[in-house]
Antibody, heavy 122, light 111 residues
Framework: QVHLVESGGGVVQPGRSLRLSCAASGFTFSNYAMHWVRQAPGKGLEWVAFISYDGGNKSYADSVKGRFTISRDNSKNTLYLQMNSLRAEDTAVYYC???????????????WGQGTLVTVSS | DVVMTQSPLSLPVTLGQPASISCRSSQSLVYSDGNTYLNWFQQRPGQSPRRLIYEVSNRDSGVPDRFSGSGSGTDFTLKISRVEADDVGVYYCMQGTHSITFGQGTRLEIK
C-alpha cells in the first residue's frame, strides 16, 4: 500500500533554512505528481507546492514563492522541500501527498503522509 | 485565485442524524477535460487528512456509503446520512481545477 514518510522537521531560527524529505513506497513514485501541504497549529490546510512526475513542472503558493523549492529524486523515491528565509508564519506541520495524476491540471492529492513539524522561532 | 467557502464552520450533530456541509467556489470548477476536480477530505483529531470523495461524487476505497458528494459548477455538498462517533473531525473541500485551494474547514462534533 502507499506509504509516505516525511522527515527533516525541527526548530529553526527566522531567516535560516531547512530541507524536508518524503520517502515514498508502495507505488511507482516516478509515475505520479506530488505535493507539499502545510497546516499551521490549530489552522486549516494550505497547499504549498507541486511537482510533476518528472520534475519538469513545478508550482508554488504565493506565500512561499521565491523562498521554497520543491524537487524529487525518482531514483531514490524521495520528494524534497528546500525552505529558505524561514519566517514565523511558516511554522506548521508539513505533509507530503501523492497526486492522482502525473502532471499539472486536474489535481487531487489521494494519499498523505503523517507530517513533520517545522517550528520557526528565535 | 479560486476561493473556496465552506458552511457551516461548526456542525454539532446528534448521533444517527444526517449532516450536510456546503462548499462554494469563486469560479466554475469544470476543467478543460470536462471533469470537475472537487474533493472532500476528513481530518480526524491528531491524524493526517484522508480523502473521502474525488471528482464531486466518487467515494474513495474504504469510505462508508454513508458519505456522499454532489454538486456542479460552483456549488457542492458533502452529506453524511447517519453520523457516527467515528465521524468527528474537520472536513475540507478542495479544488484541483485551478491550481489547488482548500476551504476553511468544517468542524463536526457530536451534540
Amino acid at each position: 500500500q502507499v506509504h509516505l514518510v516525511e522527515s527533516g522537521g525541527g526548530v529553526v531560527q527566522p531567516g535560516r533554512s531547512l530541507r524536508l524529505s518524503c520517502a515514498a513506497s508502495g507505488f511507482t513514485f516516478s509515475n505520479y505528481a506530488m505535493h507539499w501541504v502545510r497546516q499551521a497549529p490549530g489552522k486549516g490546510l494550505e497547499w504549498v507546492a507541486f511537482i510533476s512526475y518528472d520534475g519538469g513542472n513545478k508550482s508554488y503558493a504565493d506565500s512561499v514563492k521565491g523562498r521554497f523549492t520543491i524537487s524529487r529524486d525518482n531514483s531514490k523515491n524521495t520528494l524534497y522541500l528546500q525552505m529558505n528565509s524561514l519566517r514565523a508564519e511558516d511554522t506548521a506541520v508539513y505533509y507530503c501527498a501523492k497526486d492522482r495524476s502525473y502532471d499539472y491540471g486536474g489535481n487531487s492529492p489521494d494519499y498523505w503522509g503523517q507530517g513533520t513539524l517545522v517550528t520557526v522561532s528565535s | 485565485d479560486v476561493v473556496m467557502t465552506q458552511s457551516p464552520l461548526s456542525l454539532p450533530v446528534t448521533l444517527g442524524q444526517p449532516a450536510s456541509i456546503s462548499c462554494r467556489s469563486s469560479q466554475s470548477l469544470v476543467y478543460s477535460d470536462g471533469n470537475t476536480y472537487l474533493n472532500w477530505f476528513q481530518q480526524r483529531p491528531g491524524q493526517s487528512p484522508r480523502r473521502l470523495i474525488y471528482e464531486v461524487s466518487n467515494r474513495d476505497s474504504g469510505v462508508p456509503d454513508r458519505f456522499s458528494g454532489s454538486g456542479s459548477g460552483t456549488d457542492f455538498t458533502l452529506k453524511i446520512s447517519r453520523v457516527e462517533a467515528d465521524d468527528v473531525g474537520v472536513y475540507y473541500c478542495m479544488q484541483g481545477t485551478h491550481s489547488i485551494t482548500f476551504g476553511q474547514g468544517t468542524r463536526l462534533e457530536i451534540k
